[in-house]
């Protein structure tokens, strides 16, 4: 049994390699890790502008492409002011 059972509905975070992060509800995963999240959507951090949202409804991210899934605490999510946060964009995730 993979850890990421207990993810499955829930708010996640990922983190791919090339260091885009998308958030949404993990639906299901394989033996690869190759994930799907609903309701999905990417931040997109900048250091001029607070960050964008890009919509992308049902997602699918390669396993091979992921760095980091962590679960996301919905209540402090929703009380962040994501258009007043700076930050510079993650660069790729060297091995």
């Known amino acids: ?3 990421l ?9 990922i983190i791919t390699a ?3 992060n998308f958030i949404g509800t993990l639906k299901g995963f394989d033996q690869t890790i190759n994930i799907i999240i609903d309701e999905c959507h990417e931040r997109v951090f900048s250091t001029t502008a607070g960050i ?4 992308l409804g049902l997602h ?5 492409n992921i760095a980091v899934i962590g679960l996301v605490d919905d209540t402090v999510d929703a ?4 258009a007043n946060i700076r930050g510079e ?3 790729p995730v060297v091995h």
């Open 1 to 3: 049994m993979s850890g």
């Open 5 to 13: 059972e207990s993810y499955i509905n829930h708010t996640v975070s």
């Open 18 to 20: 090339d260091g885009r």
């Open 52 to 55: 964008e949202q890009i919509v």
């Open 60 to 64: 699918i991210i390669r396993g091979d």
């Open 79 to 82: 009380r962040l002011d994501l």
């Open 89 to 91: 964009p993650l660069g």
